[in-house]
């Protein structure tokens, strides 16, 4: 009986009860009684029943667990067994070159890799027999990134490849960065890892596309708490012909009398195998330069980045300012060459200008100067003063340079100055020019110049005056006596109406007609014009005098016609000398005029204004000399033998 239930019953002596014990049936009592008519009681024995089983084995319920690579694993091993356990086993379902513990429940691993990945299993014996439960173990560990480079021809590809457990990846854009790393975009990705990089027109053909080329992916599977983004990168090595970087100047500076340099940086790759400098048509080829590996400056895709390149310097003498100038300097390939402008420009301070006259006056002195080399910049031309006892300087900047002149006002008169100039540009000032000592007039000498005006030159002007009007008023009869054209007209000079000399013969006083003349010629500097009359004999100024005959044989060769009468012209500075003429009796019977000056040291040259263009049969002897000659001239004015003509200049 169990539990007062009955199993089996016989009426025999024994009884024997067999079943299959099942695991309820554990620890169940067991009662075998008996009962007999003779006996007043019943017998009654109770066993109970103690089930040897197997044991049970559980390690997971998930019978795949995943961990990061690196982290410590442990598992338990969970059985149940209703007697002793003779032993417990370990083991990994493939070769591992670590033994595990076999006698624990629990199994742990240090920090593991992914070599620990694979199937566990947990076994368990007792006396009833074995149970064993697996469990896969899957390491996790961020993936391995790697980038391939496919050329298609119009566009190139890149492929972001990733291998990590789990395989599911997350891409992120792509980075385009220099050779130099230096960031120059970011591009986008197609969520599969993969690039497209298409021709761009300006800036393939720079092979702007060179460079490295970093993608990022990720599984969720962080190291060490880090960034789960694993990168991969690619270095491109585009090449093709030379190009130059925007960040060299196409206006570089130079100092004139020393060594200056032409530099460039440029990218090349391949490298370069020539290069050739241009001056204008002419083409230089020089050994006198530097090539060196160099990190540039760039702009790439409108960002501005360092990228490898190389630099070229090329040395100069400046020798003038003739080498401030445009230069070309033209690099080569093999797949082909560029250009490239360089202005020369000059960079320093200016030169010293030069002082070309000074002209004082009362309270006022007027600088000319001459402007020097300018250094490359516009410059400005600064005044200098201080009186002669004074150490202080002071200065005044000049108001228009282009003028060349200025000057300096509010002086002492009869004041001695010291003067310099200097000018000035935006990287400095020349020197100093020499200094020039200079006296202001004093309000006498100005009063003497009044006086002077007054008595000489003014009567000679009003007399000017008195003559044109006559002219205007059609008196030509005095005129036309005095020259030896009938209607030669009035020459007019620097603003003074100079008119032939012969009409001093209408004044008064010969001697005031000469101090007039000298007056004219030596204070104004107006050159006096005299015509030579045949008809007349007169004293030009105080020691130049001149006659011509009065008769002579006619000629028709040598007419003078009124509108183109020759001339024979004679400029005089200051010279004093005699001039005569008359008549030589050849067989032709000609006239001719003989000039003589006396000798008298000057400064200036007698010209014979004329001769060059005189006619075949005009003939004009310097050496002889003829101190006077009667004048009987007799003819009328309406005579028509033509007249010998001359004309006297006195000029500087």
Same mark, same amino acid.
């Given at each position: 009986?169990?539990?007062?239930?009955?199993?089996?019953?016989?009426?025999?002596?024994?009884?024997?009860?067999?079943?299959?014990?099942?695991?309820? =049936?554990?620890?169940?009592?067991?009662?075998?009684?008996?009962?007999?008519?003779?006996?007043?009681?019943?017998?009654?024995?109770?066993?109970?029943?103690?089930?040897?089983?197997?044991?049970?084995?559980?390690?997971?319920?998930?019978?795949?667990?995943?961990?990061?690579?690196?982290?410590?694993?442990?598992?338990?091993?969970?059985? #149940?067994?209703?007697?002793?356990?003779?032993?417990?086993? /370990?083991?990994?379902?493939?070769?591992?070159?670590?033994?595990?513990?076999?006698?624990?429940?629990?199994?742990?691993?240090?920090?593991?890799?992914?070599?620990?990945?694979?199937?566990?299993?947990?076994?368990?014996?007792?006396?009833? @027999?074995?149970?064993?439960?697996?469990?896969?173990?899957?390491?996790?560990?961020?993936?391995?990134?790697?980038?391939?480079? $496919?050329?298609?021809?119009?566009?190139?590809?890149?492929?972001?490849?990733?291998?990590?457990?789990?395989?599911?990846?997350?891409?992120?854009?792509?980075?385009?960065?220099?050779?130099?790393?230096?960031?120059?975009?970011?591009?986008?990705?197609? @969520?599969?890892?993969?690039?497209?990089?298409?021709?761009?027109?300006?800036?393939?053909?720079?092979?702007?596309?060179?460079?490295?080329? %970093?993608?990022?992916?990720?599984?969720?599977?962080? +190291?060490?708490?880090?960034?789960?983004?694993?990168?991969?990168?690619?270095?491109?090595?585009?090449?093709?012909?030379?190009?130059?970087?925007? #960040?060299?100047?196409?206006?570089?500076?130079?100092?004139?009398?020393?060594?200056?340099?032409?530099?460039?940086?440029?990218? #090349?790759?391949?490298?370069?195998?020539?290069?050739?400098?241009?001056?204008?048509?002419?083409?230089?080829?020089?050994?006198?330069?530097?090539?060196?590996? /160099?990190?540039?400056?760039?702009?790439?895709?409108?960002?501005?980045?360092?990228?490898?390149?190389?630099?070229?310097?090329?040395?100069?003498?400046?020798?003038?300012?003739?080498?401030?100038?445009?230069?070309?300097?033209?690099?080569?390939?093999?797949? @082909?060459?560029?250009?490239?402008?360089?202005?020369?420009?000059?960079?320093?301070?200016?030169?010293?200008?030069?002082?070309?006259?000074?002209?004082?006056?009362?309270?006022?002195?007027?600088?000319? /100067?001459?402007?020097?080399?300018?250094?490359?910049?516009?410059?400005?031309?600064?005044?200098?003063?201080?009186?002669?006892?004074?150490?202080? /300087?002071?200065?005044?900047?000049?108001?228009?340079?282009?003028?060349?002149?200025?000057?300096?006002?509010?002086?002492?008169?009869?004041?001695?100055?010291?003067?310099?100039?200097?000018?000035?540009?935006?990287?400095?000032?020349?020197?100093?020019?020499?200094?020039?000592?200079?006296?202001?007039?004093?309000?006498? =000498?100005?009063?003497? $110049?009044?006086?002077?005006?007054?008595?000489?030159?003014?009567?000679?002007?009003?007399?000017?005056?008195?003559?044109?009007?006559?002219?205007?008023? @059609?008196?030509?009869?005095? +005129?036309?006596?005095?020259?030896?054209?009938?209607?030669?007209?009035?020459?007019?000079?620097?603003?003074?109406?100079?008119? $032939?000399?012969?009409?001093? $013969?209408?004044?008064?006083?010969?001697?005031?007609?000469?101090?007039?003349?000298?007056?004219?010629?030596?204070?104004?500097?107006?050159?006096?014009?005299?015509?030579?009359?045949?008809?007349?004999?007169?004293?030009?100024?105080?020691?130049?005098?001149?006659?011509?005959?009065?008769?002579?044989?006619?000629?028709?060769?040598?007419?003078?016609?009124?509108?183109?009468?020759?001339?024979?012209?004679?400029?005089?500075?200051?010279?004093?000398?005699?001039?005569?003429?008359?008549?030589?009796?050849?067989?032709?019977?000609?006239?001719?005029?003989?000039?003589?000056?006396?000798?008298?040291?000057?400064?200036?040259?007698?010209?014979?204004?004329? #001769?060059?263009?005189?006619?075949?049969?005009?003939?004009?002897?310097?050496?002889?000399? %003829?101190?006077?000659?009667?004048?009987?001239?007799?003819?009328?004015?309406?005579?028509?033998?033509?007249?010998?003509?001359?004309?006297?200049?006195?000029?500087?």
């Amino acid at each position: 009986m169990v539990h007062n239930q009955t199993l089996e019953e016989k009426t025999t002596a024994s009884l024997v009860y067999s079943f299959v014990p099942k695991q309820p =049936d554990h620890l169940q009592n067991y009662t075998c009684a008996t009962k007999s008519d003779l006996a007043q009681y019943s017998m009654e024995r109770t066993v109970q029943l103690f089930i040897y089983m197997p044991p049970k084995v559980l390690i997971s319920l998930n019978k795949t667990l995943g961990i990061a690579k690196g982290e410590d694993l442990t598992l338990f091993c969970n059985y #149940s067994s209703n007697h002793e356990v003779k032993y417990l086993k /370990w083991d990994k379902m493939f070769q591992h070159k670590n033994p595990l513990d076999e006698r624990s429940k629990y199994l742990n691993i240090k920090s593991i890799n992914r070599q620990h990945a694979g199937k566990y299993r947990c076994t368990v014996t007792n006396l009833a @027999g074995r149970a064993s439960d697996i469990v896969t173990i899957q390491v996790y560990y961020p993936p391995t990134v790697n980038v391939i480079f $496919e050329d298609r021809g119009s566009y190139k590809q890149l492929n972001c490849l990733a291998n990590g457990l789990p395989d599911r990846y997350i891409f992120t854009r792509w980075e385009h960065r220099s050779d130099c790393y230096d960031l120059i975009r970011y591009l986008p990705d197609d @969520g599969s890892g993969r690039l497209i990089l298409a021709n761009t027109k300006g800036e393939t053909d720079r092979h702007h596309d060179r460079g490295l080329y %970093i993608c990022h992916a990720s599984n969720k599977v962080s +190291l060490n708490s880090s960034n789960s983004f694993i990168r991969g990168e690619f270095s491109l090595k585009a090449q093709g012909k030379p190009y130059f970087v925007s #960040s060299n100047n196409n206006t570089q500076y130079g100092i004139k009398g020393q060594d200056g340099n032409l530099t460039v940086d440029f990218v #090349s790759f391949p490298e370069i195998t020539n290069f050739t400098v241009i001056d204008g048509d002419m083409k230089h080829y020089t050994d006198n330069y530097t090539l060196e590996t /160099w990190r540039v400056m760039d702009k790439v895709y409108n960002k501005t980045v360092m990228v490898n390149g190389s630099r070229l310097v090329i040395s100069m003498n400046i020798r003038n300012e003739n080498d401030f100038r445009s230069y070309t300097i033209k690099l080569s390939n093999r797949f @082909g060459s560029a250009n490239f402008n360089i202005s020369l420009r000059s960079a320093s301070c200016p030169e010293t200008p030069e002082i070309m006259m000074i002209m004082p006056n009362e309270n006022k002195v007027t600088v000319h /100067w001459r402007e020097s080399f300018n250094g490359g910049f516009p410059q400005s031309v600064f005044i200098q003063y201080r009186r002669r006892d004074v150490q202080y /300087w002071n200065e005044i900047p000049v108001s228009d340079p282009g003028m060349h002149s200025d000057y300096i006002d509010g002086l002492t008169p009869g004041t001695e100055y010291l003067i310099r100039v200097y000018s000035k540009n935006i990287k400095g000032a020349s020197n100093f020019t020499d200094m020039k000592l200079i006296r202001t007039e004093s309000a006498e =000498d100005s009063d003497n $110049e009044t006086l002077v005006f007054l008595v000489f030159v003014a009567p000679f002007l009003i007399a000017i005056g008195v003559l044109y009007w006559q002219y205007k008023m @059609g008196n030509l009869r005095a +005129l036309e006596r005095i020259s030896c054209f009938k209607r030669q007209q009035f020459i007019y000079q620097v603003g003074v109406g100079a008119v $032939e000399n012969n009409v001093y $013969e209408m004044q008064n006083n010969a001697d005031q007609q000469a101090v007039a003349q000298n007056a004219v010629a030596q204070n104004l500097d107006v050159p006096v014009y005299s015509s030579i009359d045949r008809r007349a004999n007169l004293t030009i100024g105080q020691t130049v005098s001149y006659s011509t005959t009065p008769k002579r044989k006619r000629n028709y060769l040598e007419k003078c016609q009124e509108n183109t009468g020759n001339d024979i012209v004679a400029s005089v500075g200051e010279a004093s000398g005699t001039v005569s003429s008359a008549t030589k009796k050849g067989p032709d019977r000609l006239s001719y005029i003989e000039v003589s000056f006396e000798p008298k040291p000057n400064e200036y040259k007698f010209h014979i204004h004329g #001769s060059e263009n005189r006619t075949n049969y005009v003939d004009i002897d310097f050496s002889k000399n %003829i101190s006077s000659y009667v004048d009987s001239h007799t003819e009328s004015d309406d005579d028509s033998t033509p007249q010998a003509c001359a004309m006297l200049k006195y000029e500087e």
